[in-house]
């Protein structure tokens, strides 16, 4: 598979320094992190429109509360396990409870935090903050779908989590794609079962429908960027029409996409379905390669998971 040409981070700095030259009210938020998003460039061009606010994550996320009720549209960045864990109460306090409109980037998402270790790695953030009565929670699949879920944040109004990597994603989508937040996207369809996955693991379920097309067994592929709201129609169809559903996150498997799916095949259309994420552990120091074998994450993982479904 191709790798995108640019890093995350960089797709992400270039993309909202453009809408903050025609815009004031943009305002970048940072937790001592400027070069991790490439914001230092930014702040650089536009000195006050990015503000470096120091290793005190949680009063970031209050001066954002604050800039939004000014009227200023507030972006806040910093380690998906910082955003959330040691941000929890000032997110529903501050942000949600208040509808604020504040957009989180939260990025090292999962075991994409790699050598900084458990301490940094976030596998329990998306079901804290989907637990939030007026978040909207999504997970970013690449270059182009980071791009344009930026462009569209910039004018939309509320609290959005938006979980990322920070390095260059495997390419999974042309230069142009449009993204319907709370629409999934159907990436390949099959008849015998679903493969639903988010982030890093789209392109893992896509090699997973690779080798178990080898068997004569063929998968749909689901891309559920939007964890919330999530796309039921889409799960829906899906069990119908495949009678049997994996999921695949970079995340616990508690209370994150495989839990919110279940919700919905449960109370809607009941199958068979297993789960690929992190079962009960934390993280630890190691190469991305190694930390998706060691919590089973791969596409031979993901195949082993959907042939006890057969």
């Known amino acids: 598979m191709q790798v995108d040409a640019l890093e995350m981070r960089k797709i992400y700095a270039d993309t909202l320094q453009k809408r903050m030259e025609n815009n004031p009210l943009i305002i970048q938020l940072e937790s001592d992190l400027m070069s ?45 396990a910082f955003a959330s864990r040691r941000c929890l109460d000032q997110l529903f306090m501050s ?3 208040q509808k604020n409109n504040v957009k989180v980037i939260a990025s090292d998402a999962g075991i994409t935090a790699v050598y900084n270790g458990g301490t940094h790695m976030s596998f329990e953030d998306m079901g804290l903050i989907r637990g939030l009565a007026y978040a909207n929670v999504l997970e970013i699949t690449d270059g182009t779908m980071m791009e344009n879920i930026i462009e569209q944040l910039v004018d939309l109004k509320g609290f959005y989590w938006v979980r990322t990597i920070r390095k260059n994603a495997i390419t999974i989508y042309p230069k142009g794609e449009k993204f319907t937040i709370g629409k999934a996207k159907v990436l390949r369809k099959g008849k015998d079962i679903s493969l639903i996955a988010n982030g890093i693991m789209v392109a893992e379920a896509l090699k997973a429908a690779d080798l178990l097309a080898q068997r004569g067994i063929q998968a749909t592929v689901v891309d559920m960027f939007t964890l919330k709201p999530i796309d039921k129609e889409c799960i829906i169809e899906c069990a119908k029409t495949t009678g049997k559903i994996v999921t695949c996150e970079n995340h616990s498997i508690q209370n994150g996409l495989g839990s919110a ?50």
């Open 36 to 80: 991790c998003m490439t914001m230092d460039k930014v702040q650089k061009q536009l000195p006050n429109q990015v503000i470096n606010c120091g290793i005190m994550e949680a009063n970031v996320v209050g001066m954002a509360a604050g800039l939004s009720i000014a009227g200023h549209i507030p972006f806040v960045h910093t380690f998906t």
């Open 261 to 310: 799916v279940a919700e919905v095949v449960v109370e809607t259309h009941p199958i068979p379905m297993r789960r690929i994420g992190i079962n009960q552990r934390y993280g630890q120091v190691g190469s991305q390669d190694f930390l998706m074998k060691e919590y089973q994450l791969t596409s031979e993982d993901i195949m082993k998971k959907a042939l006890e479904l057969f």
């Open 95 to 97: 942000i949600d409870y």
